[in-house]
């Protein structure tokens, strides 16, 4: 499959009514986790946030809220934010609008948040509009540099470099509390929290 892991320019500009990375009053990243919550991957995720006093964002399915509730409630607890990723992980670009939206709204019965990211990141400029509109407010959070530990072609080392040497303060760096992910998430999640630390880099939810 073809992506990019480094978000270019030209696409922030195409969609600049998205949010792709923010400007921190002091040195920070920001860590987001798409598809949960996940009864092994979620779980996992907060230990290590708590071992490195990191926050971040989740952005959540709502089917996977409403199967996992304690987990989600427990995202809550310990002071991350949530995003709305949908009820069932559609694909904007292959999904008509009215659909799209009801299913975002599904979704926002169990994710109170104003955060939406697209599933895939694929939305349409007429959606992203569209969202707008029935959710005022709602900010469309999409990605500065991708882990890429949804890719099983990649090592657990791949995504750390990834990481490591595409971010900078401010980005927006997205992992996957996912089955898919799993294995590289495993791996790499810890080795990045460290190194953030040790760059003194703090680690904070997406405002």
């Not at 992980?89 to 009801?102: A, Q, R, S, V």
């Not at 995504?159 to 303060?169: A, D, L, T, W």
């Amino acid at each position: 499959m073809f992506y990019l892991t480094k978000t270019p320019a030209l696409l922030k500009a195409i969609y600049k009514n998205c949010i792709w990375n923010l400007s921190p009053a002091r040195p920070s990243v920001y860590l987001t986790f798409d598809d949960g919550p996940h009864p092994t991957a979620t779980p996992f995720v907060l230990e290590q946030l708590r071992k490195y006093n990191a926050k971040a964002t989740f952005f959540c399915i709502g089917k996977n809220v409403v199967e996992y509730p304690d987990i989600y409630q427990q995202i809550l607890e310990e002071g991350h934010r949530t995003g709305n990723h949908t009820h069932n992980h559609l694909n904007g670009w292959k999904t008509g609008t009215d659909k799209y939206m009801e299913n975002i709204l599904e979704a926002g019965k169990y994710i109170n948040s104003k955060l939406f990211r697209p599933p895939y990141g694929r939305i349409t400029p007429f959606q992203v509009r569209q969202l707008k509109k029935l959710v005022p407010g709602s900010q469309v959070i999409m990605w500065d540099v991708l882990s890429a530990d949804f890719d099983t072609e990649r090592t657990g080392e791949q995504c750390v470099q990834n990481v490591v040497f595409k971010s900078k303060p401010g980005s927006i760096i997205v992992f996957h509390d996912s089955t898919k992910a799993w294995d590289r998430l495993e791996y790499a999640l810890p080795r990045v929290l460290e190194y953030f630390t040790k760059q003194k880099l703090a680690m904070e939810a997406i405002p």
